[in-house]
């Protein structure tokens, strides 16, 4: 079996504010999720659609930035926080706003798949897919 490898095909420097003689009014100043957007836009933009976006819990708590994932009609996997609110639509079809960890408790154990997770120090976690 070949082992798959990933490496980044773009990098930007974020600056912070704080660098910038202008603070956040400084016009080089660019949020992170606007800089992570522009990446991915340009990979996008040479025809390099990935799998799926890795993102850590600072994106996936930005509702917005999150939002614009699912315009471009990417798949992402990231940590949320988990009073997070999320809109799930149920058997009558109509939409009810749930907090994530009580959503979490109510999922049957079915729901979830363990996953392992190779490393210096091996560890386990559950895995479920919400749709």
Do not use: H
């Not at 202008?22 to 340009?42: M, T």
């Not at 994932?69 to 009810?96: F, M, P, Q």
């Not at 979490?104 to 392992?116: G, N, Q, R, Y």
């Amino acid at each position: 079996m070949m082992a798959s490898k990933s490496l980044p095909l773009d990098i930007e420097l974020y600056q912070p504010a704080s660098s910038l003689e202008s603070g956040k009014e400084d016009k080089q100043f660019i949020k992170k999720p606007e800089l992570a957007l522009s990446l991915i836009d340009r990979s996008l933009g040479r025809g390099e659609r990935p799998g799926l976006v890795v993102i850590d819990a600072g994106y996936g708590n930005n509702t917005s930035f999150l939002g614009e994932l699912e315009k471009r009609k990417l798949r992402y996997i990231g940590g949320v926080a988990k009073n997070r609110k999320i809109r799930r639509t149920d058997e009558s079809k109509s939409e009810k706003e749930i907090r994530l960890d009580e959503l979490v408790k109510a999922l049957p154990d079915s729901a979830f798949s363990e996953i392992k997770l190779k490393g210096e120090k091996p560890k386990a976690i559950a895995l479920c897919k919400i749709q």
